[in-house]
């Protein structure tokens, strides 16, 4: 069993924020701000591009409930909501979640606005849009 159906079998335990029929979140174990929550399917499902359609919104529609939730109760100026899929993008663990990551205006985690990668963009374009 991976981490995360560990967790929601109950032999891990964990913070629960919020559970039902098909949802668990949890508080993230190693933070990247106050409040940094995790929110995933009880259905082992491995991530966001091979979940099915009805998992997705399930989970999807949590995290849009609980990201106001958790921003309003922390006085957070602002969220990251980010689910990463494959080793490539920093997936650690193979079972899908949405982070919900409060910002509060004084830390640099996170910033989409550092890397430059040279891109073609039209070629990207052209691919994307075949
Ligand atoms: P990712 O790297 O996107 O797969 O995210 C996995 C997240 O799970 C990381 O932010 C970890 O800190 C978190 N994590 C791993 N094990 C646990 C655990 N036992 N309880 C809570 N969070 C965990
Ligand atoms: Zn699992």
Redesign the pocket.
Known sequence: MC?FCE?IAGN?P?RKVYEDEHVLA???????SAG?T?VMPKKHTEDFITADTETVHQVIDVTHTLAERIVKALGAQGVNIV??VGEAA????SHL?F?IIPRYGNDAALSFHEAETPVDLDDVFAKITA
Request: glycine share 4%; hydrophobic share 45%.
């Open positions: 981490v967790i891990i964990s949890i508080m993230d174990i190693n933070p990247l940094h995790l689910t990463n920093g997936q650690s663990v979640h982070h």
